[in-house]
């Protein structure tokens, strides 16, 4: 969308950004990036009591190239952190990531020389999720309010902030 | 520390000649993957589809577990014990209590050994559900998954009722359970109840769709076999070893907390390959509800922990709030640098967890904490034989394999 | 069963009588503090005599005697089982400080392999006669050895120092 901002804000750029925004955000297809135990709580939110298919992010891709949205659960050591940037740079745009359980978005119960405490340190992040592990509802808690986020988002009117 | 995006595959520290010409390749099954169980990294040396050398690599979940429960007093540790091997914690908390408890020398109530054996079996379901579960998924057979995970659910809500957690639940303190939460309120036993009432016919519906399947005997009959020599040479335990036909489970060999008094039968495989451990895990789903229900049989009423002037447990709350004693008593065990110490002394438990002979080797000073806390992973010990039985068989009975030796990533690099 | 542990004792202290340090028995365990000069000896004589017949590999690890004050300031303890006769042993083979080397075991048991690379990376200890003697859990160009007690729980700033990825650079 590299015409932004020449066409300003009008009617009709608006409205093309409510349907595009409103297409992405039913739509987000989740790339789990699970290491620990948060990555259980992630399978049972995507289980058959707790259904994230309803909010639309069921197709769980296991390739950065085919999803927009990392959710990084668990606790990330220094022999993975290299891994994780390089999985989220290779994810295109536009791509969110929810950072979920106490371990992801501080160091958790972890402070020790090989936990990296808060991925915020080295990726950008949207959502934080606490908990250890989160029950899912806060996940789905945590996909809605990406889902908002998304909604607020002005693609085409205003350049991307 | 320079940080290259590039050295994840360096091809002089896995001896690797590439020629042109020749038809062997270098495939990275990388930790980010989703048949890898946790963050495992395969580097396959692969001749078209076969292949010819495999070396695993570890560490990507490694996060000082042993250096980090030095610097914590006895009871905390136990909440980091349960974020070893996350889908079964009530056995790693049961195994490393039962440790300490040793070093002091504290023998807790009937009552609490009957419970405690019934949520290890209870932990030990969960365990196989997982592996059970997420072998299917690999091998493509997406319905087992759905139906076993329901069953998940309903022991959750077991926990929950207990403890206030899912799935780290920590439950287990020196001398019994935790203070608060040693009344257990009569909707644990209903749920029990129609737990138990409805879990072998979910059990026997997994069983029609997958022990007698074509597809699924093709996948995993004489896949990753296993023979004795190599489990006494490797250290193999638990259903990898019994399926090899090495009859020994410890509860057996060397009961711990009354599991002497309930009797059940040890499945034994055969040949060793995947299909019988699959096999042998089913099994031992049926005998652990066996198990339960004779627990809940002998489980007798009365106290559940130890008495609080054993000076090891907190004293109850009425004697926090009325006594001068019982105030000085939890202060001495709840503040920061105090707690309960032990003499100068060293102990190992040998239990049985879902994966194999999981035990804490628990070193003491003196002080309010472990010296030195040495965890024994099954799925480390379990994890080397796979270089072995993978060469010469084909790409995809990698991920049989892999998914039938259960190996949790939290325990193995801990 | 006390019988049987003498048993234990008595044939191990007849077949290397300069080799062991301290033999205590508490809480119903035995453990051996031996010398590292022949411990491969001692463990294949534990393996292969038959009225012993440990032959079931179980858990090997280092200890830093550090605070507590050992025979020397390291320990590798070797946990064994007996299939037959159903007992357990652990022996304690002393490292000292400044001389930090052993004999491997991998050639009586193969699953010794992946236990000692661990004890090199944790520790610093090296093992004679290891086939491939490398860290398996910290990074490769790690420095340090975490498990000693000197070093700091926090570490020494390897967990500080990576690229930081913003929005801008995230291509």
Same mark, same amino acid.
């Given at each position: 969308?590299?015409?932004?901002?020449?066409?300003?804000?009008?009617?009709?750029?608006?409205?093309?950004?409510?349907?595009?925004?409103?297409?992405?955000?039913?739509?987000?297809?989740?790339?789990?990036?699970?290491?620990?135990?948060?990555?259980?709580?992630?399978?049972?939110?995507?289980?058959?009591?707790?259904?994230?298919?309803?909010?639309?992010?069921?197709?769980?891709?296991?390739?950065?190239?085919?999803?927009?949205?990392?959710? %990084?659960? =668990?606790?990330?050591?220094?022999?993975?952190?290299? &891994?994780?940037?390089?999985?989220?740079? *290779?994810?295109?745009?536009? @791509?969110?990531?929810?950072?979920?359980?106490?371990?992801?978005?501080?160091?958790?119960?972890?402070?020790?020389?090989?936990?990296?405490?808060?991925?915020?340190?080295?990726?950008?992040?949207?959502?934080? %999720?606490? =908990?250890?592990?989160?029950?899912?509802?806060?996940? &789905?808690?945590?996909?809605?309010?990406? *889902?908002?986020?998304?909604? @607020?988002?002005?693609?085409?009117?205003?350049?991307?902030? | 520390?320079?940080?290259?995006?590039?050295?994840?595959?360096?091809?002089?520290?896995?001896?690797?000649?590439?020629?042109?010409?020749?038809?062997?390749?270098?495939?990275?099954?990388?930790?980010?993957?989703?048949?890898?169980?946790?963050?495992?990294?395969?580097?396959?040396?692969?001749?078209?589809?076969?292949?010819?050398?495999?070396?695993?690599?570890?560490?990507?979940?490694?996060?000082?577990?042993?250096?980090?429960?030095?610097?914590?007093?006895?009871?905390?540790?136990?909440?980091?014990?349960?974020?070893?091997?996350?889908?079964?914690?009530?056995?790693?908390?049961?195994?490393?209590?039962?440790?300490?408890?040793?070093?002091?020398?504290?023998?807790?109530?009937?009552?609490?050994?009957?419970?405690?054996?019934?949520?290890?079996?209870?932990?030990?379901?969960?365990?196989?559900?997982?592996?059970?579960?997420?072998?299917?998924?690999?091998?493509?057979?997406?319905?087992?998954?759905?139906?076993?995970?329901?069953?998940?659910?309903?022991?959750?809500?077991?926990?929950?009722?207990?403890?206030?957690?899912?799935?780290?639940?920590?439950?287990?303190?020196?001398?019994?359970?935790?203070?608060?939460?040693?009344?257990?309120?009569?909707?644990?036993?209903?749920?029990?109840?129609?737990?138990?009432?409805?879990?072998?016919?979910?059990?026997?519906?997994?069983?029609?769709?997958?022990?007698?399947?074509?597809?699924?005997?093709?996948?995993?009959?004489?896949?990753?076999?296993?023979?004795?020599?190599?489990?006494?040479?490797?250290?193999?335990?638990?259903?990898?070893?019994?399926?090899?036909?090495?009859?020994?489970?410890?509860?057996?060999?060397?009961?711990?907390?009354?599991?002497?008094?309930?009797?059940?039968?040890?499945?034994?495989?055969?040949?060793?390959?995947?299909?019988?451990?699959?096999?042998?895990?089913?099994?031992?789903?049926?005998?652990?509800?066996?198990?339960?229900?004779?627990?809940?049989?002998?489980?007798?009423?009365?106290?559940?922990?130890?008495?609080?002037?054993?000076?090891?447990?907190?004293?109850?709350?009425?004697?926090?709030?009325?006594?001068?004693?019982?105030?000085?008593?939890?202060?001495?065990?709840?503040?920061?640098?105090?707690?309960?110490?032990?003499?100068?002394?060293?102990?190992?438990?040998?239990?049985?967890?879902?994966?194999?002979?999981?035990?804490?080797?628990?070193?003491?000073?003196?002080?309010?904490?472990?010296?030195?806390?040495?965890?024994?992973?099954?799925?480390?010990?379990?994890?080397?034989?796979?270089?072995?039985?993978?060469?010469?068989?084909?790409?995809?009975?990698?991920?049989?394999?892999?998914?039938?030796?259960?190996?949790?990533?939290?325990?193995?690099?801990? | 069963?006390?019988?049987?542990?003498?048993?234990?004792?008595?044939?191990?202290?007849?077949?290397?009588?300069?080799?062991?340090?301290?033999?205590?028995?508490?809480?119903?365990?035995?453990?051996?503090?031996?010398?590292?000069?022949?411990?491969?000896?001692?463990?294949?004589?534990?393996?292969?005599?038959?009225?012993?017949?440990?032959?079931?590999?179980?858990?090997?690890?280092?200890?830093?005697?550090?605070?507590?004050?050992?025979?020397?300031?390291?320990?590798?303890?070797?946990?064994?089982?007996?299939?037959?006769?159903?007992?357990?042993?652990?022996?304690?083979?002393?490292?000292?400080?400044?001389?930090?080397?052993?004999?491997?075991?991998?050639?009586?048991?193969?699953?010794?392999?992946?236990?000692?690379?661990?004890?090199?990376?944790?520790?610093?200890?090296?093992?004679?006669?290891?086939?491939?003697?490398?860290?398996?859990?910290?990074?490769?160009?790690?420095?340090?050895?975490?498990?000693?007690?000197?070093?700091?729980?926090?570490?020494?700033?390897?967990?500080?120092?990576?690229?930081?990825?913003?929005?801008?650079?995230?291509?």
């Amino acid at each position: 969308m590299a015409v932004e901002s020449k066409l300003g804000e009008n009617i009709l750029t608006t409205t093309i950004d409510k349907f595009v925004n409103w297409s992405r955000k039913n739509s987000l297809w989740p790339m789990p990036f699970g290491t620990a135990c948060c990555a259980i709580e992630l399978m049972a939110t995507l289980g058959p009591k707790y259904d994230m298919a309803r909010f639309g992010a069921e197709a769980i891709r296991f390739s950065p190239r085919q999803s927009d949205l990392m959710i %990084v659960a =668990g606790r990330v050591s220094i022999k993975m952190m290299p &891994i994780l940037q390089k999985i989220y740079r *290779q994810m295109s745009e536009p @791509k969110w990531v929810i950072s979920m359980g106490a371990c992801a978005s501080s160091g958790g119960v972890f402070n020790t020389y090989s936990t990296i405490q808060g991925i915020d340190n080295f990726i950008p992040v949207d959502v934080y %999720v606490p =908990g250890c592990p989160p029950r899912p509802e806060t996940l &789905i808690d945590a996909v809605l309010k990406i *889902q908002k986020k998304i909604e @607020k988002e002005r693609s085409l009117s205003q350049k991307r902030a | 520390m320079e940080n290259s995006f590039d050295a994840l595959v360096d091809e002089e520290q896995f001896d690797f000649e590439y020629t042109p010409h020749e038809e062997k390749m270098l495939l990275n099954f990388g930790p980010s993957h989703p048949a890898t169980h946790g963050t495992l990294r395969l580097v396959m040396e692969l001749d078209g589809e076969v292949i010819t050398k495999v070396t695993p690599e570890l560490g990507y979940l490694h996060h000082g577990f042993e250096k980090l429960g030095e610097y914590r007093s006895y009871n905390q540790v136990v909440t980091i014990t349960d974020r070893m091997n996350y889908v079964s914690p009530l056995n790693n908390n049961f195994s490393y209590i039962l440790a300490v408890e040793k070093l002091f020398g504290i023998e807790v109530t009937e009552r609490a050994k009957y419970f405690r054996i019934l949520l290890a079996e209870l932990s030990r379901i969960n365990d196989h559900l997982v592996c059970i579960g997420t072998q299917g998924v690999d091998l493509g057979a997406y319905t087992p998954f759905l139906y076993l995970w329901k069953e998940r659910e309903n022991i959750y809500q077991m926990f929950e009722i207990i403890s206030g957690t899912r799935l780290t639940v920590s439950y287990a303190r020196i001398g019994g359970v935790p203070r608060d939460r040693d009344n257990i309120p009569p909707v644990f036993f209903q749920k029990l109840d129609k737990f138990l009432a409805t879990f072998e016919d979910t059990l026997d519906e997994v069983e029609r769709l997958l022990t007698r399947n074509k597809i699924w005997l093709n996948r995993t009959k004489d896949v990753g076999v296993i023979s004795k020599e190599d489990v006494l040479q490797y250290g193999l335990t638990g259903p990898v070893a019994r399926a090899s036909g090495v009859e020994w489970d410890i509860r057996q060999a060397e009961p711990y907390s009354l599991y002497d008094t309930v009797d059940f039968e040890i499945p034994v495989g055969e040949v060793g390959d995947v299909y019988d451990r699959y096999l042998v895990r089913m099994e031992e789903m049926r005998q652990s509800t066996h198990i339960i229900k004779q627990a809940l049989e002998k489980m007798p009423e009365g106290e559940m922990n130890v008495d609080p002037d054993t000076k090891v447990m907190l004293p109850k709350k009425e004697d926090v709030y009325n006594s001068i004693e019982g105030l000085i008593h939890q202060f001495e065990i709840i503040m920061t640098n105090r707690g309960p110490r032990a003499g100068k002394g060293e102990a190992y438990v040998p239990t049985e967890s879902p994966n194999g002979e999981l035990s804490y080797y628990v070193i003491s000073n003196g002080g309010n904490g472990p010296y030195r806390f040495r965890v024994r992973p099954p799925s480390f010990y379990n994890y080397q034989i796979l270089p072995k039985i993978l060469e010469g068989r084909l790409l995809s009975d990698t991920v049989a394999v892999l998914s039938s030796l259960n190996i949790i990533a939290g325990e193995l690099d801990r | 069963m006390t019988e049987a542990k003498n048993v234990v004792v008595d044939r191990v202290k007849n077949a290397f009588p300069d080799q062991i340090l301290d033999v205590s028995e508490n809480l119903g365990e035995t453990a051996i503090s031996v010398k590292r000069d022949k411990i491969v000896d001692i463990l294949r004589f534990l393996k292969e005599d038959n009225e012993l017949k440990f032959d079931m590999f179980i858990d090997l690890c280092g200890v830093d005697y550090l605070e507590m004050g050992g025979f020397e300031r390291f320990a590798v303890v070797y946990q064994l089982y007996s299939m037959e006769y159903n007992r357990r042993i652990r022996i304690k083979a002393f490292v000292p400080e400044g001389d930090e080397k052993i004999d491997s075991v991998v050639s009586l048991w193969a699953g010794a392999n992946w236990a000692e690379r661990e004890v090199f990376d944790m520790f610093g200890i090296t093992f004679t006669n290891h086939p491939d003697l490398r860290r398996i859990l910290c990074p490769d160009n790690f420095e340090g050895h975490p498990l000693k007690k000197d070093f700091p729980l926090e570490g020494i700033g390897y967990r500080e120092n990576f690229l930081k990825v913003t929005r801008e650079n995230a291509q």
